[in-house]
């Protein structure tokens, strides 16, 4: 089965067509990365798949049901974009951060069960953060920052994993340690992964699947399998910008 089925989206959004003709799966088990510059309608790709956006066009289905139907939300994680941003002064700690992402779907005035403890115990040590548990989060780097809302998603134990520009902000060296983090996930865990991100960069080695977008599907193939000067070129709108992202 798809995790995620696009049969022909399209957005217009204040008289601007911002997808046209998108259709596009990920299957489960699949690790996805949605290419495209800024503004190529990344993000509003993946508020259509959230049902955060209806589309003028098209329909959208998460695990075989419409997006408008389903139900199972905890079968979904998402880290939206400018997610990393947090005020160093902010009191929560690591272990209440993650926490929320049990607290939140079952509502604020439910107790945390021994089996939400369990997840959160386990989304902690998946991410290798359980020894910072009591630190506050804004005394974090990037890279843990990053680690820690990914623990907060994966205490809902989701089948799915939505990351928008996960590693904006963080260091190259951060990033691709970020990248190879995820692929371990999907190895080992069968995580299904679809992450969107304007740099090639690492992420070509450690995804399975590439969809890259510019307002339109440019291609949608294994990453193994690489992209044509040509299709560089039309997603990123230049051969300089196509340069200057494949590296």
Known sequence: MDAIELKDIRVRLKGT??????????????????????????TTLIKVILGLLRPQQGEAFLF???????????????????A???????????REVVSLGRVV???????LSPRDHTAIDRALDTVDMGSKARVR???LSGGELQRVLIARALATEPDLLILDEPVAGV??????????????????????IL?????????????????????RLVCHRPAAEGLTTEELVETYGSPLAAATHSH
């Open 105 to 111: 779907p079952r509502g604020l005035l439910r107790f």
């Open 195 to 215: 992450l969107s991100t304007h740099d090639l960069g690492a992420v070509m080695e450690m995804a399975r699947t590439v969809a890259c977008i510019n307002r």
């Open 84 to 94: 990393i941003r947090v005020d160093s002064r902010f009191p929560a700690s690591v």
């Open 64 to 82: 075989g049901k419409p997006v408008a139907a389903f139900q199972a939300w905890e079968r979904v994680g998402y880290i939206p974009q400018h």
């Open 171 to 192: 260091d190259p060296g951060t990033q691709e340690g970020l990248y190879g983090f995820l692929r371990g996930l999907n190895d080992e865990g069968g995580l299904t």
């Open 17 to 42: 067509v911002v997808l046209e003709d998108i259709t596009l799966n990920v299957p489960e088990g699949d690790f996805t990365a949605l290419i495209g510059q800024n503004g190529a309608g990344k």
């Open 137 to 139: 989060i804004g005394d």
